[in-house]
Every structure is written in C-alpha cells, then in structure tokens.
C-alpha cells in the first residue's frame, strides 16, 4: 500500500505542477487531460475544459507521489461537492490488483459515519475507485488498479 497526497485545482493544475517539477525534478508518471476522457451520456466540454488535467502524478521519490487534477463542476455537481480552496487535499490510499480485498475492507472502515462522494467501484482507467470524507471531515481516495495503466 502506498500513502499519496491528492490535491484539487480549478484551472491550475497544470501551472501548479510545472511548479512542483521545477523545485523536485523528475518527470510527470502521468499527465491525463479531460479531452481524453471516453464520451459520456450528459457530458459536454468546452475546448477549455478538454484541456484542463483530469489527472497528473509527479513521482518525489520511490515512496512517494504528488498528484491532482483540476475539478470539473459537471463531475462534482453529480456528488454536490463544492471546491474550497484549503479544502482541496486528499489522502490517496493506491493498491495493487492483488489487494482488492483490502481496498474493500478500507473503505467499508474508513467510510463509516462520513460522506461518500464515489462509491467503490470499477472505473474507465481499469482500477477499483472510492472518494470520500471520514466522519473527521479528512478527504479520502483509494485507487486498486486492476490492470496495468
């Protein structure tokens, strides 16, 4: 199991990371833009919005990734979360395909008395996915890949 730091910008995330590639070298693992998303029913985006990032990862060490994406109002307007800056931090809890039981059993626990924002459950990037607040309002993600990405 891996511990990551999961960060939410309106429109910045890319800036945001140039930054943080500049202070901590490397390179992005993954940079995924909306426009790359599969179509789905009800979803329309603006040329804008297909370029904002859906998701980026900066590796900082062997232990440790730095990731984000900017919030799309189409896809939290269907949880009703509401992006506030200072509240915009997640802790992102990532698993391998063998650890499915304990993605499970994670956010069964964790989720107890909170707010779920997505279930558990299958996603398009081939990964088992939850996101959550605990009952202590602590912003929470589990990430199980299922096949390779």
Known sequence: MQLNHYL?????AEAAFNF?????GGEFSNLTRY?????????????????KILHISL??????????????????????????????HY???????NEQTEAQRLFDALSVNGQIEM????????????????QFGVHWMINCQLEES
């Open 59 to 88: 590796p900082i060490n062997e232990f440790t990734e730095l990731m984000a994406s900017d919030r799309n109002d189409q896809f939290c307007a269907q949880n009703n979360t509401v992006f506030t800056q200072g509240n915009n």
């Open 119 to 134: 279930p558990l459950e299958k996603t398009f990037w081939g990964a088992l996915y939850a996101a959550f607040s605990d």
């Open 20 to 24: 943080y590639r500049s202070i901590f």
């Open 91 to 97: 802790i992102s809890i990532n698993l391998e395909a």
């Open 8 to 12: 939410n910008f309106q429109g910045q």
């Open 35 to 51: 426009g790359e998303l599969p179509a789905q029913e009800g979803f329309t985006l603006s040329e804008t919005d297909k370029n």
